[in-house]
């Protein structure tokens, strides 16, 4: 689709895209990535510095407007989580933890077409039990069995502020 655009009396052909990386799209994806920023800076005590509410946002994302989103706001929140105080698991580790998270919402999305108490059970094992193995690289698994509750009630936390919120919006005709 093109547009014509006049400048300056100059006429100017552009195009418009109304692919998947629409205007509208980038800005709701970068608005979530802030308000992950904000989580991220919200932490839950852990062994580990990078516990917090960064993934409400993406994962609110990946059930209102969908997987992919919401993969790309969770896995940029984590890092911003994980920067914010240095990336105490490694770099590495922190970017492994980021692709796992952003499987596990895109998963979310898909489960809670089925059922959201089944996603929201089956993403909160996936993000605690699952992602922690990453820990056993660092600490075996002393650190895995320690760290384990902690990432279950963050993630129990995350995960059902984010159907909560998602519920509340949808019926309220916003989406």
Do not use: Q
């Not at 510095?49 to 407007?65: H, Y």
């Not at 796992?100 to 089944?118: E, P």
């Amino acid at each position: 689709m093109s547009e014509t655009v006049k400048v300056d009396d100059v006429t100017e052909e552009t195009e418009v895209k109304r692919g998947f990386w629409s205007v509208k799209r980038v800005s709701y994806v970068a608005i979530f990535i802030a308000l992950s920023a904000v989580g991220a800076m919200i932490k839950i005590p852990s062994p580990i510095g990078s516990v917090g509410l960064d993934s409400v946002p993406g994962f609110f994302c990946a059930l209102a407007f969908g997987g992919i989103e919401g993969a790309i706001v969770i896995s940029i929140g984590h890092i911003l989580s994980a920067a914010f105080v240095g990336f105490p698991l490694t770099l590495p580790i922190h970017l492994a933890i980021a692709i796992t998270m952003a499987v596990w919402a895109f998963l979310y999305r898909l489960l809670s077409k089925l059922n959201i108490i089944l996603a929201i059970v089956v993403t909160v094992l996936l993000n605690g039990f699952v992602s922690g193995l990453l820990l056993l690289l660092l600490g075996g698994w002393g650190l895995y069995i320690g760290t384990v509750p902690f990432l279950l009630v963050a993630s129990a936390v995350n995960v059902i502020l984010s159907a909560i919120a998602f519920k509340a919006v949808k019926s309220s005709k916003l989406l």
